[in-house]
């Protein structure tokens, strides 16, 4: 059995980041020099204009009086425009877009790199990320990349490589793994790592919900057009929910066990009441079991299915205790020889990360999380693997695979016609 304080020592040593207190940043790191330090203006471009990308842009403007949006991209004007009046609206003195510095198509990204910005803010759906942060590392530029980082091995493997480029260059790298950054899960992984209730062997994760957005097909779109402007339900582009939203509870998972990496997963999952055409080729449903060392056993469940009940918790057992989170109900909760209950400060995650991020790049003392959201990234890509095939499948063989969804980079085009296989059958589809 693995002790406290080697869960404690392999988790420092995996992270490389100060759990004690509220900060992911580095160990050592100094936050009154960052705020006392110069405030010379940070120039902020946005690559994917979509809802997630204005409100990541606001939080971080609302992180930095200092920070200014100088230049947006997106791969359709419409969605750059919207996003940029709804900015304007929030925070007109820091957003400084000019006719100019608006870039629209396959190349925005690029032309945002090379428009003098230090800061890029990554939300394009995730597909195009492992392709957009290996751009942004290469300029020099420091990051805020949302999750998850990819949506197969290949892309996890480009990520990985170019967050070890972005750590030579000395390059602030922040993931969009909100729950990070909340403080009373912050408290409560802490106590875990500590050893609050001993020993962690089993860690079970829920998130159940219902229906999501769609957006009917128009006459003048392309096939290449009505995939991208509906993006969750191609696996190609989102990953499958899995991987584009219930990474999340698997990072939560990840974090209660250290961050240490499974041996192999078994699962299943499928379509039962999102069977139409309009929902693509991603699932419904998925449960899978994340097997690690000394027996240790990582379990998720999720739907996304109309009219059934709703949830969003993850359930921690250790060898003399029991540790709770429920979002729903704000539980933050661990149960042993004494309960504990967090009664501290609240925040909101999503502008915490921006203003670590702008912290970290105004005192010069880098934060990296590139290997972490690489590796959550990749848990829920297994969870998928194993999901679509039903076979058990281990963590190098995932991994190592050479299985890439979608069409290469090089390749997109209005007119592309991408290949969309039909939803995948456990026992039959081949993910390896």
């Not at 875990?192 to 097909?217: C, H, M, S």
């Not at 109900?329 to 915490?352: I, L, S």
Request: aromatic share 10%; net charge neutral.
């Amino acid at each position: 059995m693995i002790s406290k304080k080697d869960n404690r020592r392999k988790f420092l040593k995996s992270t490389g980041t100060a759990v004690i207190g509220s900060s992911l940043l580095p160990l050592g790191f100094n936050m009154q020099a960052a705020y006392g330090a110069r405030r010379e203006p940070l120039k902020v471009g946005l690559i994917g204009c979509g809802g997630r990308g204005t409100g990541a842009a606001a939080q971080a403007l609302k992180a930095d009086k200092d920070a200014v949006l100088t230049c947006m991209g997106d791969i359709f004007s419409d969605y750059l425009e919207e996003s940029l009046q709804s900015l304007k609206k929030i925070n007109p003195e820091q957003v400084k877009v000019d006719g100019a510095h608006k870039f629209v198509g396959f190349d925005a990204y690029q032309q945002v790199l090379d428009a003098g910005v230090d800061v890029v803010i990554l939300t394009t759906p995730p597909a195009f990320r492992p392709a957009h942060f290996k751009a942004a590392v290469d300029a020099g530029k420091h990051v805020f990349c949302e999750k998850p980082v990819a949506v197969d091995a290949p892309g996890v493997r480009s990520v990985l490589a170019s967050a070890k480029k972005a750590k030579e260059k000395g390059l602030s790298v922040v993931s969009g793994f909100t729950f990070r950054y909340d403080f009373p899960k912050r408290a409560l992984f802490s106590r875990l790592q500590e050893g609050a209730i001993g020993d962690i062997t089993t860690v079970f994760t829920a998130r159940n919900g219902g229906g999501l957005w769609y957006k009917p097909r128009q006459d003048n779109w392309t096939e290449m057009e009505y995939q991208l402007r509906n993006w969750y339900y191609y696996d190609w582009l989102s990953g499958d929910y899995i991987v584009e939203m219930m990474v999340h509870s698997l990072d939560m998972m990840s974090w209660a066990l250290g961050d240490r990496l499974p041996l192999r997963a078994t699962g299943t999952g499928g379509r039962q009441s999102r069977t139409e055409e309009q929902w693509g080729n991603i699932y419904d449903h998925f449960a899978i079991e994340y097997e690690y060392e000394n027996n240790i056993k990582g379990v998720h469940f999720s739907r996304q299915q109309k009219g059934c009940s709703n949830t969003n918790k993850v359930d921690i057992a250790g060898t003399s205790g029991f540790a709770s989170v429920d979002i729903g109900k704000r539980v933050h909760a661990t149960m042993g020889e004494d309960r504990w209950d967090y009664k501290g400060e609240y925040n909101n995650p999503y502008e915490t990360q921006h203003e670590e991020l702008f912290a970290s790049i105004r005192a010069g003392q880098p934060m990296n999380e590139g290997e972490l959201m690489a590796n959550s990234t990749m848990l829920a890509i297994l969870g998928r693997m194993v999901g679509y095939s039903g076979q058990t499948i281990t963590w190098e063989e995932a991994m190592n695979s050479d299985h890439k969804l979608g069409p290469a980079a090089q390749d997109y085009r209005w007119d592309l016609v991408v290949d969309v296989p039909p939803a995948a059958v456990p026992g039959v589809t081949k993910v390896v």
